[in-house]
């Protein structure tokens, strides 16, 4: 469980596009920094100071292997700002959110059993 | 549906503990500038400042109605980035919440019906 600053840094950390597409292919498995870099369209220096406020946050995680550097997601790294925002919606759209759960779920209906 | 900019303001917003205090109080329904400003132990400024961040992002509004302003969430401010923090879930994680939603809902068991 996060304190308030591990909070404020994962929030800070997922305040920049960069950072958030780093995420986002980090979800599709491990990459090396090149391959982060590469759809970035910045310089090394910034892209490795990008990935040091994601691994300060806790939410990336690397390895140096030989020449390699690899990096991937820290698996529930990001299940507390995710709790956060859910416990703030109002109460209204908490509403919503169990009908729509409720109506996606693939409980069995009188008709099919 | 906010723009890669939006979503950088709202992360930004909440990647302070003195504003996500702000909206886990707004959440329960709108307050004056004075009784958000009470619990934050800070100078009437420096809350100004706070709200103005939070206003920037779009996640408060406020109306000012005599001599008191009003503050309240918008709804659905918090939609995108959840939605967008939903979708980082790693695939291992994303099997278990929806285990986790099946088990929880209320659909009615072969013994019950």
Redesign the interface.
Known sequence: MLN??G???V??A????SR?AV??RL?RGPASVGTLAEPLAMSLPAVLQHLAVLQDAGIVTSQKIGRVRTCS?V??A??D??A???????P??RRLDRLG??LA????T?EQ?
């Not at 997922?14 to 596009?17: F, H, N, P, V, Y």
């Not at 956060?84 to 109002?90: D, N, T």
């Not at 779920?105 to 069995?108: A, M």
């Open positions: 308030q600053s909070l404020d840094k929030f800070h997922l305040s920049d596009a958030r995420v986002e979800v997601l698996p529930g990001l299940t700002p995710t956060w925002l859910a416990a703030q919606r109002l209204a759209e759960a409720h779920s693939d409980h069995p009188q059993s």
